[in-house]
């Protein structure tokens, strides 16, 4: 089993490509924003949609997060260690960037409300999820991540190379590699390398 975590401004089916080309069958996406429904729109909310979620499926599973679901996952490997056989960490951050996130919320601000309806969050609900993900740092907790771990991270994608290259440092049992041609969205600039990439970590 497989569970796919999508990133922000991105829904369940931003993996439909790359899950197309996945040698393996049994996989979940589930809906990160759901769990934000009538709730405060924070990240607490929706790290702990995603244990309710997780935690209906039997273990051990692979959990595969882009992004904002790459932060998600990282968090739950450190939280629930036994239930995680490995880790696929594309675009990751593991202590958020402050600059980063404020030049994010400043571009969120000036686009229309409209931009927002595709990723089923608002725009209020998207500012109030970044801003309450200013002051999350995962660093502490890194140790405890023994599982296998591969980082991906597109060679275009420059806001996040440096964490992917401090991860792979960090993390007892990781591994990076860089996705040719893709950016941030490697999942959606480059599903058939991305599912080959993972298919050969899985099988190894």
């Known amino acids: 089993m497989i569970i796919l975590l999508h990133g922000l401004g991105q829904t369940p089916q931003s993996w439909d490509r790359t899950i197309s080309h ?111 993900m200013a002051d999350l740092d995962l660093s502490r907790g890194l140790s405890s991540v023994a599982c296998p771990v591969k980082l991906l991270c597109g060679k275009r994608d420059r806001a996040n190379r440096k964490a992917a290259e401090e991860l792979s440092r960090l993390l007892p049992e990781a591994r990076l590699e860089w996705m040719e041609g893709a950016g941030h969205q490697v999942n959606l600039d480059a599903p058939e390398a991305l599912a080959r990439s993972i298919g050969d970590f899985l099988e190894k």
């Open 22 to 132: 996945l040698p393996d069958s049994d996989v979940r996406c589930p809906d990160l924003f759901r769990p934000l429904g009538g709730k405060e729109h924070t990240y607490q909310a929706l790290y702990q949609g995603l244990c309710r979620s997780c935690g209906e499926v039997e273990p051990p599973f692979v959990l595969c997060g882009l992004s904002l679901g790459a932060v998600a996952a990282l968090h739950y490997a450190m939280d629930h260690p036994g239930r995680v056989s490995a880790l696929i960490l594309i675009a990751p951050q593991y202590r958020m960037p402050k600059t980063l996130m404020r030049l994010q919320n400043a571009l969120f601000r000036l686009m229309p409300e409209r931009s927002f309806r595709e990723m089923g969050l608002g725009k209020k609900a998207a500012l109030e999820l970044t801003g309450s």
